[in-house]
């Protein structure tokens, strides 16, 4: 039983050794989420224009829509239709 235990810790330190070697891979073996490098705009349909333009990098979407409703209050009160979408990095 034991020897079976140290067989697993060895598999899976050795897993963990190489995941942390890959060069696809960052920050310790964790790897990069599909998001980095994408915005998420904050755009009101009745203007027709994008009102702010947010990293999801840095930004979640928590964060994003705390900023909306503080700073764009006045417009949403007008009765104004402001969402968030995702876009692509340019470039």
Known sequence: MVAA???I???TTAAAAAAASDPKKE???REKTSVEGRFKEVYCSDCKRV???YSTKYFTDADINELVHIHYSS???EGHDVGT???P???
């Open 75 to 77: 417009h949403i009160r």
């Open 85 to 87: 979408r995702l876009v």
């Open 5 to 7: 235990a140290a067989a």
């Open 9 to 11: 810790t060895a598999k």
């Open 51 to 53: 009102l702010a333009r």
């Open 27 to 29: 920050g310790g073996g």
């Open 89 to 91: 990095e340019k470039g």
